[in-house]
């Protein structure tokens, strides 16, 4: 017989996997599920950027201390030139004096060697002389202290030295240091006019070794003075450490010294700028990785905190998918697995569970041979939902079956059926009963509580007006009967209120909606399928039953 189809598994949804027993797939563990990237990718990237920073905080920390450490060194360096600068004059001062005083004296050795012996005992000379400036055979008129190593070279020499150092306006530095004594020379004269040349030596320490003093200002460098404008080891005159090859930081400057230069090279014992700004890159390398790796675990926790909790949910909502699904097998089993067939009527139904949920619903449908041509077709919708629900519409639809057989009619299908239930009991039931004849092509319904069934005739669907009585389990102790004949391509539709009423909305609205949507279709199946399309396209919020019936001649 065409139409008779049933259709029990629409659900809208996700369904479960099964495992090659067919059982279904358990999940596994959490530990499990959750992927390895997402745990230690980000951590690792949190430190790799923690790390990062901290190395260019580091490196610009040490940086600035270098920078500083350079500029505090050139500073010393320019005081120590300053100093020396100020020392030079000092030591070459009595040259110029007693000059003017050999000039004032006409050479006397008694003035000069009274002026000049208290500055020849070691500090600042060790030895001075008094030289004719225009003696074709140098050699000098008086000598106080220790004699002159220039005394001892040759004449020519001497001679070439001591015109020079008449024509010069300064003093004359003589390089003495490859002597046995190391020494250095010093000439001066009043100018070209005049008749004499002071000449003095200054002893250079052996080891060319002379030590800062603890309390000076720069007990915390070390020293290296050359004569010349550069470092070169030939010409070193005195350094604080036995090899002035300096490898570390230092700084340089060059000082006059009469017609020469003076070099002087420093480099630090210490940190000039203090021991904490030195430590610093250190301080904030180690902070920084504390810190790196604190956040690095941290966001480790997080994110795993956050996996845990999407790998939760994911079994969550397996195990909801399982327990929906146990719930669907177990409200199907409850509806009937096939319906039977009649000559000259078709029938189609659906089914659709409602997407809120695991628990059963209430809503059936039945379709009942008793006879003689005649059928009686039931849709009801227990309140409520959950196994209690569940119970009661199992027992209705079975206690309509056992009315049935007996031959009770609609209404006193009702009436019976409102005895086995109370509303007391937490449950009440709304149930439309409708006996088919099948011959004269009407129906006659009992209606207890239930929204009336619809007529679709050709391009028109209107509410069929059915006497209304009080829900099953609510104290009925009567119900009426309307009859309703279905002309020729004319389809009855009976339904649950999950396939019209939507919160918020009056349940007229929803109908109205329903009317519209029953139109022009050619098949059961084709009306029942684009009703559902149309007024449930993402699943209803309640279980949905529809029955409908026409006759095929």
């Not at 569970?353 to 695991?358: A, M, R």
Request: proline share 5%; glycine share 10%.
């Amino acid at each position: 017989m065409v139409g008779t189809d049933v259709v029990h598994g629409a659900v809208r949804g996700d369904t479960t996997s099964v495992d090659g027993r067919g059982g279904a797939a358990q999940p596994g563990p959490l530990s499990q599920t959750m992927p390895r990237f997402s745990l230690y990718g980000v951590p690792a990237l949190v430190l790799a950027i923690g790390l990062v920073i901290t190395a260019v905080l580091a490196l610009t920390a040490r940086a600035v201390h270098s920078g500083n450490e350079s500029r505090l060194l050139r500073q010393r360096v320019n005081e120590a030139a300053a100093v020396l600068t100020s020392a030079i004059p000092t030591t070459l001062t009595p040259l110029s004096s007693a000059s003017t005083l050999a000039e004032a004296t006409n050479g006397s050795r008694t003035a000069f060697t009274t002026f000049m012996a208290p500055l020849a005992k070691g500090r600042p000379f060790v030895s001075a002389s008094l030289w004719p400036a225009n003696a074709t055979d140098p050699r000098p008129l008086v000598t106080v202290g220790s004699p002159s190593e220039l005394s001892t070279r040759p004449k020519a020499e001497v001679a070439a030295y001591l015109t020079r150092t008449k024509a010069s306006t300064t003093v004359v530095v003589l390089d003495l240091l490859g002597a046995a004594e190391r020494r250095l020379g010093y000439g001066f004269s009043n100018g070209t006019q005049t008749r004499f040349v002071i000449y003095a030596e200054a002893a250079l320490p052996e080891n060319r070794r002379a030590n800062v003093d603890t309390n000076s200002a720069f007990a915390d460098l070390d020293y290296a003075i050359y004569l010349g404008s550069h470092p070169d080891p030939k010409q070193l005159l005195a350094a604080s450490v036995v090899d002035p090859d300096f490898r570390s930081r230092t700084a340089a400057d060059t000082v006059a010294f009469g017609d020469s230069k003076l070099h002087i090279v420093m480099t630090p014992r210490t940190e000039l700028g203090g021991g904490l700004l030195a430590g610093l890159p250190w301080l904030i390398g180690g902070i920084g990785v504390l810190l790196a790796l604190a956040a690095a675990l941290l966001t480790e926790r997080l994110v795993r905190r956050r996996a845990y909790a999407e790998a939760l949910a994911q079994q969550n909502a397996r195990l909801f998918s399982e327990q929906r699904s146990v719930a669907q097998t177990l409200q199907h089993a409850l509806l009937p697995d096939t319906l039977p067939a009649f000559a000259g009527l078709d029938l189609a139904v659906r089914y659709v569970p409602g997407v809120d949920g695991v628990d059963i619903g209430g809503d059936w449908y039945d379709v009942i041979a008793v006879g003689d041509g005649m059928v009686l077709l039931v849709v009801g919708d227990v309140s409520g939902r959950g196994l209690r629900a569940a119970t009661v519409m199992a027992a209705l639809r079975y206690a309509i079956r056992a009315y049935a057989a007996d031959g009770d009619s609609p209404d006193a299908i009702l009436v019976k059926l409102s005895k086995l239930i109370d509303v007391g009991d937490g449950h009440f039931a709304t149930v439309l009963c409708g006996l088919v004849d099948v011959v004269e092509r009407r129906i006659t319904f009992a209606n207890a509580g239930h929204p009336n069934p619809l007529l679709i005739t050709g391009s028109t669907a209107e509410l069929t007006a059915t006497k209304v009585g009080v829900p099953v389990g609510v104290a009925g102790d009567t119900y009426e009967t309307v009859t309703v004949s279905v002309p020729p391509g004319g389809v009855l539709m009976a339904y649950t209120d999950g396939l019209f009423e939507r919160r918020g909305e009056s349940p007229d609205v929803g109908l109205a909606r329903l009317r519209d949507a029953s139109i022009g279709y050619h098949s059961l199946s084709e009306l029942l399928d684009g009703v559902l399309h149309t007024l449930t396209p993402d699943g209803g919020h309640d279980d949905t039953a529809i029955l409908a019936v026409t006759w095929s001649r």
